[in-house]
């Protein structure tokens, strides 16, 4: 996509506070590791987080490092230390850039922040909520550094989340406790499992407050940039730093709104992504984009760290909820009639689905749903293959044309 006329990108100010909040994220977790100040829990990005917090855990999201290896392209160098192990070039690209990133001793936080590894486990928690991977995933590093592998193993596919659904999730929560109270040798302290959880709930309303900004027209803020921002929702709910953070980001939206600050210059479409980005083309993407005038306004991913039913009065219960209730637990007709109401919302005039190879959980292209979709909204859509981390499954030419003809085709029916 170089041969584009690059349009300017707008800097986020609010990028600079929320770099350095990631900065103290990681050198606290790296401090824990090393002295034991605190011990460290690592998590799956819908897992069990508030619970871990609660505990006094730092908690770290080997998702997060897949996204930073993805973002940086350390990740195609990596995986095939992983492929070699047996782990499939076909499976989650999160999955075999993490362990490749492990098994060759490489990763992005040396560059970002001086640390020599990641910070090594005490406990591992995952939620089977969004895929399977997640759980052979840690079963890989609960084999490396033998510590406890707790998890909570969600149904998939839900329409709605019923009482059955809820009792079962409740008592696998409940069951967690015993192993992490024996791992940090404390007792669960309810009322701050509620702090936390409040902390947590205040954190999706700020994240959500910022993605709703969107809706504005011109919106003044891209998917692209939700990417980079959502880092504090994904790594730091349930403390007051991340809410806090997003307090400084929609004031700064706000004030854009106000000043007629549009995040792509001269704004003409709003589109909607489905699926994962493809970490390595976040910029090229967001260049494509912006040159014709197109605003990726809205996606599924970024409304993923939206958690509204932690507002419930039992914690248990509303943990059980908010991390079922997500998109990619639901089935076919939630994520018709969810994608039909951001289409309205946001006044989409097309939608990008990327169909990412190693991901099928977050790729909903698979059932014939852009096509209902389209014969509902009258929308144009197109669908492209690529990845969130391996960028020998993207075809950088095949893309491009691909983009360019959706773009066209609103040109045209103009
Ligand atoms: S949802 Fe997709 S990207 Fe995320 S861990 Fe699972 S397979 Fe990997």
Redesign the pocket.
Known sequence: MSEDKKPVIKKIQSTGPMRALMGEYFMELDEAAKTGSAKVAWC??VGPAELLRAFGFLVYFP?NH?ALLGSSRLASDLIPAANALGYSPD?????TSDVGSYLKKQTPLSRAFGMETVPKPDVLAYNTN?????QD?FSFYQREFDVPLVGVDTMRNVGDITKDHLDGLVGQYKALVPVLEEVTGTRLDLDRLREVIRSSYQCTLGWKKVLRIAEQAPSPITFFDGTIHMGPAVVLRGDDRAVAYYETLSAELEARVADGVAAVEDEKWRFYWDG?PVWGKLRDHAEFFGARKACVVASTYCNSWIFEDLAHDDPFEGMARAYTELF?VRNEEFKERYLTNMVRDYGINGLVYHD?K?????ANNRYGMPQRLARKLGLPYVVFQGD??DLRMYSEEQTRTQFEALVEQLHEQA
């Open positions: 799956t990005s998702e897949g499976i989650c690209s999160y999955l969004q895929c399977r991977d997640v995933w994962m990619i990412s190693t991901c099928p959980n977050n969130l981390n």
